[in-house]
């Protein structure tokens, strides 16, 4: 119930090209859906997140895309570089009831790598 | 721009001893979370923290570990009686109240624990 399933885990595109990462959850419950991007020997840092009650957002080059019937998202890297080389994790939070910190719930991770 | 900050980047432990993993969250934030980062493997939730209590913490979190925010500055991590399967990177992570969904990590301490 508490999963966050990723797929690939690892994806290699050439320079230019779209990068596409997809995600599945199963609690229904999940209201906030980021996306970490982490280099090696880093923190996973906060790159775009989306709530249910829109489909898409956009970030510059990054775009997520949500289809809350599917309990599916997704993120597109337009015009993949080099430099967004790293590894990308979705993650899921949200459904306590009252105030508090949620944790999030991470995926597995997916490998990109953007071939010059 | 404020960061989250963590000492030390590398621990070394013999099995059986105790260690704290130190945190300082970025200034305004008053949402604290642990995670921690088995090598190749993915990130995982320990603990959150809010108005001096746990607020949330995973089966990870068994009573070996404990948490403690002792000043205004610093959020603590304590493993009591550390295991080799306790190896890994642990990540501090802070939110602001007014958008605390959104969680700002750290750099990592590695710990091994030999």
């Known amino acids: 119930q508490q999963q966050v399933k990723q797929s690939p885990q690892s994806l290699i595109v050439q320079k230019g090209g779209i990068s596409i990462i997809n995600c599945a959850y199963e609690n229904t419950a999940f209201d906030y859906f980021p996306w970490y991007q982490q280099f090696p020997g880093k923190g996973p840092a906060l790159l775009i997140a989306i709530r249910p009650d829109v489909s898409e957002k956009k970030e510059g080059r990054f775009t997520i895309s949500f289809n809350k019937s599917a309990k599916q998202f997704s993120l597109h890297i337009m015009d993949s570089q080099p430099g967004d080389s790293a590894t990308y994790f979705c993650?899921?939070?949200?459904?306590?009831?009252?105030?508090?910190?949620?944790?999030?719930?991470f995926g597995k991770g997916t490998h990109l790598i953007i071939q010059p | 721009e404020p960061e989250v900050t963590q000492t030390p980047s590398h621990q070394v432990t013999q099995m059986g001893q105790e260690v704290i993993l130190r945190c300082v969250p970025i200034s305004n934030h008053l949402y604290f979370y642990w995670y921690r980062q088995i090598l190749g493997q993915k990130v995982e939730f320990l603990v959150s923290f809010y108005n001096n209590e746990i607020s949330e913490k995973s089966e990870i979190f068994d009573d070996q570990f404990s948490v403690e925010r002792p000043d205004g500055s610093n959020f603590t991590l304590k493993i009591r009686s550390t295991k080799l399967e306790d190896s890994a990177m642990y990540f501090c992570a802070s939110s602001d109240p007014g958008v605390k969904y959104e969680q700002f990590f750290g750099p990592g301490t590695r710990l091994t624990v030999l």
């Open positions: 993650a899921a939070s949200g459904g306590r009831a009252g105030g508090g910190a949620d944790g999030l719930t």
